[in-house]
Every structure is written in C-alpha cells, then in structure tokens.
C-alpha cells in the first residue's frame, strides 16, 4: 500500500524515535548521578545531625547512647518502646477494714483470708504465707549464681521477700515486684526503698528500668487473670533467663491453673524459648535439696515442690543475645582433671589462668560469675539470711536438736537404771 499525503516521511518518523530514545537514555545517565549525590549528602546531613552536641544532649539524649552502644536493643510492646522507657509503678489500692469485710460477706468468705496474707488487699492480691517452704530453694539460687552466672534479678511476686532477699545479701542486683501492700509492709528486704516496687499489674504494666539477667517467680501467675498477662510480660522480656513456676491446684484467687504444656505455648508466642535441659537441671537441683532431708530451723523440710515439680526455665534471645549479658552461663572453662568416673562424668573444671602452665590468662573481671565475700565459702551470706528467715541458722538449729537428743538419751538412761544410775550394795 503507498504513503498517504499526511503521513510523515519515512526519515522523519526515525528521526523522532531516535530523538526520544537520546533523550531518554541521557535522562538516565544524568539520574543515577544525581540520585547517589543526593543520598550521599543526605546521610552526611544525618550524620552531621546526630554529632551536633545540641542534638545529643538536649532533644534526644537517647542518640548518644544509641552511637556509644550498637547493642542497645528497641521492643515496642502495645505501642510503647520497653527498652528505651521508664515505667510507672501502681500501687494497689488499699480497703478499709470495713470495707474489706462487705468485699468479705459479698463473696461469703466467713474465714475472711484465712491462712494467707493481704490484709487491706483487693481479692485479687495476697495470697502469700508467711514462710512457703514449696517455694524457696536456697540449692537452686546458688546454681543460678554460680552457673547460669545471675548478677540482676527480679523478683515477679516476691511477696514478703524470702526469696529476693537471699539473692540481695548474695550480692545480686535485686528488684522485688509486689502487688500486695500488706506484703511490702512486713517486706524482708535489707533495703526496700530502692529494692522494692510496689505494683498491682491489674491496673496496667510495669518493667523494671534496665535488662536483667533473670526473672524468678513462683506461685504468681497463676493469680493474674489473662486479661491482665500482657501487663507483666514487659518484666519477662527485660530479662535474659526467666524462671517461672505454675500451680496445678487450687489457691486464694488462683485464676489461670494450667499444665507446663499451655504456659509454654503461652510464652513462646510471646517471643521466649523453652528450655527442657535448663528446666531439667532445675528441677533436679531442687529435688536433691529435698533428698537430703535437712530439717530448716523451723523443723520442717525445704520441700522446694514448686520448683522441683512445676519450674519451667525460658531464655530471652532478645535480652540474652546483648552484650552486657555475656556473662551469663559462668560455667569455668578449663580443664581440672577427670570426673568421678573417667568415661561417664563430665571432666572436673575451673576456672582459667589459674595455674602457672595455663596458656591463657583468667577471664576478664565482668565474666566472672559473682564470689562470696571471703574465700570460696558462701557460708556468711547464708547464715545472714537464715537468721533473717528463721531467726537462727541451718548449723545452730542442728546444734540445738543435738544437744536436746543428747539430754534426752541421758534422761532416759537415768530412767532406766533407776533415776541414780548402778550402785554396788554393801
């Protein structure tokens, strides 16, 4: 078919095309340049930004920390950066007498609380005795010391602070978390004003200011209805190591009763990982502790159920990933001769640098898992704590029982020879 009239020439229509396709490719050629100019300089523009002293010091003082530390970790948690923000602490809010005995005669509790604490408490707080010798472990909180190598802790439901303080007068960085205002009341803690928070996680969330290297919590959470869970899971992700133990029995407002199955589906969708090999060598501890059947200074056993039965262990990656808790799991790293038998026991260990022949030299002073403060015996932080409970020590107590059988044995040789013992008759 021939060329119309009003068609452009051949030549012209190529011309075009090759006009367009010049320009378009000049177009690029000129913007790549320019687009990495303009990246260039706006990272430098930041750069700039974050080094002016204004900006470090005055409008966002968290920059500095930000470039000094690259490990400084960011969780956003129902919209709020846990890491990077202080939380505010509720206080329960307390009843009158009076009022505590409508609260009382509404739910027909005719022996009020009976055998637990909480005087002043909501329904939904107390729950604590005196002294649970389910829930202390004195053999578990030594391993976790010197093993898993725990120099900040809190303690999620402490009650009236048996077990955080051992931990305090053992040199841990120690925070009691409490709801009950009753508990802090009659709190142990050497020193409450900066190692006791009183928090009722019914009326909202709190986390401790820093990361710790552990949470320990026993016989808490149960008590905490799940509507108010994520009130208290910011504490579990601040720490590298949880350790939390669950109730399979009734209780003062045992409101979540569960197997270890549903608390490990719980709390690995909430980010941490379950461990059976930690959970396991726990559970041991603590049930050799009972196998050895001290009596306390009260008389009875450290039976340690709770732990030994229903402790599970958890680890944080996200906490115990970060440099300032590489020290954890202190476990020493060289070699100090065979096991109680050659093939089937771990080697015995210590810690290196200690001997001349090492090749290495001793590790540095923050990898160093936490030491008594004279020797290698723990034997005064333990006793202070044991006066503190008890009001007497493990060894006083046994050396009372000992002389108290010995004065019964004489009285009952007396006894049996006639109240005068053997005399020869003339």
């Known amino acids: 078919m021939g060329q119309q009239a009003d068609d452009p020439p051949h030549h012209e229509s190529y011309a075009q095309r090759l006009g367009c396709y010049a320009f378009r490719f000049g177009l690029r050629r000129v913007a790549v340049p320019l687009q990495v100019f303009g990246l260039l300089c706006t990272l430098s523009g930041l750069v700039q930004l974050f080094r002016h002293p204004s900006f470090l010091d005055g409008q966002k003082p968290f920059a500095r920390k930000l470039l000094q530390d690259p ?7 129902d919209g709020v950066d846990i890491f990077n923000t202080k939380a505010v602490a509720l206080p329960s809010i307390t009843l009158t007498e009076e009022e505590q005995q409508l609260v009382f005669a509404e739910k027909n509790l005719k022996n009020g609380r009976g055998r637990y604490g909480g005087a002043g408490d909501g329904l939904h707080l107390g729950g604590f005795t005196d002294l649970d010798m389910d829930g202390i472990s004195p053999a578990v909180w030594k391993l ?8 900040s802790l809190v303690d999620l439901g402490c ?28 709190t142990l803690l ?23 290297d552990a949470v320990w919590t026993v016989e808490f959470i149960e008590h905490v209805q799940r509507q108010h869970l994520r009130n208290y899971l910011p504490v579990l992700k601040k720490a590298a190591l949880v350790f939390v133990s669950h109730s399979t029995w009734g209780g003062w407002h045992h409101a979540e009763v569960h197997d270890a199955r549903w608390w490990i589906a719980k709390y690995t969708a909430a980010g941490l990982v379950y461990s059976k090999t930690l959970t396991d060598l726990v559970r041991r501890t603590a049930a050799k502790e009972y196998q050895d059947r001290r009596p306390a200074p009260n008389g009875k056993f450290v039976y340690a159920q709770h732990v030994s039965v229903h402790m599970l262990v958890f680890v944080n990656p996200a906490v115990a990933g970060l440099r300032k808790h590489d020290h954890l799991f202190a476990e020493p790293g060289c070699y100090g001769g065979k096991g109680e038998n050659e093939w089937f026991s771990k080697p015995r260990l210590r810690q290196c640098g200690t001997k001349d022949e090492d090749l290495m030299g001793p590790l540095p002073e923050e990898y160093q898992p936490l030491r008594p403060l004279r020797g290698d015996s723990w034997q005064e932080q333990d006793e202070a704590w044991e006066r503190l409970v008890f009001g007497k020590t493990f060894a006083e107590a046994d050396a009372q029982r000992a002389a108290a059988a010995g004065t019964a044995a004489g009285s009952a040789a007396a006894a049996a020879t006639g109240g005068g013992g053997w005399k020869e008759e003339g």
């Open 190 to 212: 050497p020193r409450p004003a900066e190692q006791l928070v009183q928090h009722d996680f019914s009326r909202g969330p709190w986390w401790p200011e820093e990361t710790v």
């Open 144 to 151: 976790m010391v010197e093993w898993f190598g725990v120099k």
């Open 71 to 77: 490990s400084t970790p960011t969780l956003y948690y």
């Open 159 to 186: 009650g009236k602070g048996v077990s955080a303080a051992w931990f305090a007068l053992h040199g841990v960085r120690t925070v009691c978390a409490e709801g009950s205002a009753d508990a802090a009341r009659q």
